[in-house]
């Protein structure tokens, strides 16, 4: 992967460029969903989560890689959007059944403990 490919890390980006599209998500989706779905797709553009969102939600700002690279429009949004419920899924899925597993787990060690 060559440096060009690299995200930038999130604080450096607003500094760096201006977004061309913002996206407001209801607070329910997980951040840490937001942010691992930004990096999945940061080969295809910068997507970061605005600081100073309106409270009760997210923003999230696309822009372009590079000033000659394609333009943000409706289909990536879509596909993030795509992306971002699959991954919001997991992230609650993990969480509210994170008791469980573990529960599940320590049963399993226990009985392989004991013979």
């Known amino acids: 992967m060559d440096l060009l490919a690299m995200p930038l890390p999130a604080s450096q980006i607003p500094a760096a460029v201006e977004p061309e599209q913002l996206l ?12 691992h779905t930004a990096y999945e797709m940061a080969a295809e553009a ?12 997210r923003l999230v700002a696309f822009a372009r890689r590079s000033p000659d690279g394609a333009p943000v429009d409706a ?7 795509d992306r ?7 992230v609650m899925l993990r969480d509210r059944t994170a008791g469980m597993r573990d529960a599940v787990f320590s049963t399993a060690m226990a009985a392989l403990a004991s013979g």
């Open 84 to 90: 971002l419920t699959d991954q919001s899924l997991r």
């Open 24 to 35: 407001r998500l209801d607070a329910a989706y997980p951040a840490e969903a937001v942010l």
């Open 46 to 57: 910068l997507i970061w989560l605005v600081p100073d969102a309106p409270e009760g939600s």
């Open 75 to 81: 289909a990536l949004a879509a596909r993030f959007l």
